[in-house]
C-alpha cells in the first residue's frame, strides 16, 4: 500500500502511469500534482476522476514552487514521489530553452530537497534514451556516459545526475528509469506519431525531417508504465533501469505504418528540413530490467497500429488542441517555412 505524488501526472505518460497503478493497485492513493501546462490536461484524466474518486486527487501547482511541493506531500501524507513533470519536446527546446532548465533541472532539485526534508520513502525519476545522446552502433547500457546533444536531453541529464548526487551525498533512497519514444493514447500530437496520425486523418502533409532514416525505439505507454511500476516494487535503490522495446523502426518506416493503418497513400509524405542536431538513433540494452521479470508486449509496429487507431477513435480529444490558437501559432513557427519550401 502506497501514497504517491505523480507529478506531470496530467501529462501523456503520467496520466496512463495514475490509470494503470489504480488499476492495479487497489489500496494504494495518488495526488496528482501538475503546472497545467500546454502539455497538461484534465481531460487526461476525466475517466480517472470518476473512477477512483477516493483514491485520487488533483491539484494544480509547479514543482519549482518547493512550499507548494511541501504542503501537498503532507496534505496527502505522501511516502512516494514519481516525476514525470517536465518540459518534454526536443523541437520546442530548441526554440526556448528555459523553461528546459527551469523544470526538468530545478524542478527536480526541489524536489530532491522535499525528498529529503521529509523523509520520503522512495524518489523515482522518470528519465530518457536521450541523455546517453546519439548512438550510432550497438546498444545503451545504464553505466553508459551520458551525452546529451540537444536542450531537452541535456536538462533531462542534469535532473537524472542530481538524483544520482542526492542518493550519494545523503542516501536518498532512489531510482531512474530511462525509456525510449513513447506512443499511445493522450499523447499531445506535436510528437511525431500523433501529429502524422492526425495530419493523415485530414490529408494533410506529414513533415518527415530529412532523410526519414534517424532510428527509435517506439514503445507502447502502457509497457512503459508496467517497467516504472517493476522498478517501483522491485528495483534496487540507487539504480537505474532502461525501458523499452529493444528494436527500432527509422522514421520511414513508422511513417509507412501509420499510413497503413489509416489506408492513406504515401503521397502524403513530404521531407522537410531536418531538425538542427537530430539524433540519428537512439537504441537500449533493456535486459537489466528484463532481469526483474518484465517484459515489453508490443512490438514497435503494434504500438504504433494501435496508437493511430485511438487516434482516429477519439477525435473529441486532439481536435480541439489542434484548432486551438496555441497549437496554430506553434504549427506555424515549426512547420511554416519548412512545408512552404
Ligand atoms: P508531456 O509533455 O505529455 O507531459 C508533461 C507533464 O508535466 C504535463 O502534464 C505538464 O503540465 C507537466 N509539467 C510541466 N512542467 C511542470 C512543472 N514545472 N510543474 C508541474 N508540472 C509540470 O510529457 P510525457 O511525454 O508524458 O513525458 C513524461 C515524462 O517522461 C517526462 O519526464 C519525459 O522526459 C519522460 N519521457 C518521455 C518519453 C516520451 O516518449 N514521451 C520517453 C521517455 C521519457
Ligand atoms: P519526436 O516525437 O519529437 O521525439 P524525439 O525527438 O524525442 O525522439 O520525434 C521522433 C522522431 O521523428 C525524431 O527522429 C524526429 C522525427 N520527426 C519528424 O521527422 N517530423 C516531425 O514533424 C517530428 C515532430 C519529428
Known amino acids: 500500500m502506497r501514497r504517491l505524488m505523480v507529478t506531470g501526472g496530467a501529462g501523456f505518460i503520467g496520466s496512463n502511469f495514475v490509470r494503470y497503478m489504480l488499476e492495479k493497485y487497489p489500496d494504494d492513493f495518488i495526488v496528482v500534482y501538475d503546472k497545467l ?73 526541489v524536489l530532491l530537497e522535499a525528498t529529503k526534508k521529509l523523509g520520503l520513502e522512495r524518489y523515482h525519476q522518470v528519465s530518457t534514451d536521450e541523455v546517453y545522446g546519439q548512438v550510432l552502433e550497438g546498444r545503451s547500457v545504464e553505466s553508459d556516459p551520458l551525452q546529451p546533444r540537444s536542450p531537452y536531453s541535456a536538462s533531462k541529464a542534469g535532473g537524472d545526475l542530481m538524483v544520482l548526487a542526492y542518493h550519494e551525498s545523503w542516501g536518498l533512497p532512489v531510482t531512474i528509469s530511462r525509456g525510449s519514444n513513447n506512443v499511445g493514447p493522450y499523447q499531445y500530437p506535436e510528437k511525431v506519431v500523433p501529429l502524422f496520425a492526425t495530419n493523415a486523418i485530414d490529408d494533410l502533409p506529414l513533415p518527415l525531417y530529412g532523410d526519414g532514416m534517424q532510428k527509435r525505439d517506439y514503445q507502447y505507454v502502457l509497457d512503459h508504465c508496467e517497467g516504472i511500476d517493476v522498478v517501483l516494487h522491485r528495483g534496487e535503490i540507487g539504480e537505474i533501469y532502461n525501458i523499452g522495446t529493444g528494436s527500432e523502426l527509422t522514421n520511414l518506416e513508422m511513417t509507412r505504418i501509420v499510413l497503413r493503418t489509416l489506408g492513406k497513400p504515401e503521397s502524403l509524405i513530404k521531407h522537410v528540413e531536418d531538425r538542427p542536431g537530430h539524433d540519428r ?13 518484465w517484459e515489453s508486449r508490443h512490438t514497435c509496429e503494434e504500438a504504433i497500429e494501435k496508437t493511430v487507431r485511438w487516434y482516429a477513435e477519439n477525435e473529441w480529444w486532439w481536435r480541439p488542441i489542434k484548432s486551438g490558437d496555441l497549437y496554430r501559432e506553434y504549427y506555424r513557427q515549426q512547420y511554416g517555412k519548412r512545408l512552404a519550401e
Open 37 to 109: 501546462t500546454y502539455a497538461g490536461r484534465l481531460e487526461n484524466l476525466q475517466d480517472v476522476a470518476e473512477r477512483f474518486g477516493d483514491r485520487y486527487a488533483f491539484v494544480r501547482g509547479d514543482i519549482c514552487d518547493a512550499e507548494r511541493v511541501e504542503a501537498t506531500l503532507r496534505r496527502f501524507d505522501v511516502d512516494t514521489i514519481v516525476n514525470f513533470a517536465a518540459e518534454t519536446h526536443v523541437d520546442r527546446s530548441l526554440m526556448e530553452p528555459g523553461s528546459f532548465i527551469q523544470t526538468d533541472v530545478y524542478g527536480t532539485y
Open 281 to 293: 538513433r537512439y537504441a537500449l540494452d533493456v535486459s537489466k530490467l528484463k532481469a526483474l521479470g
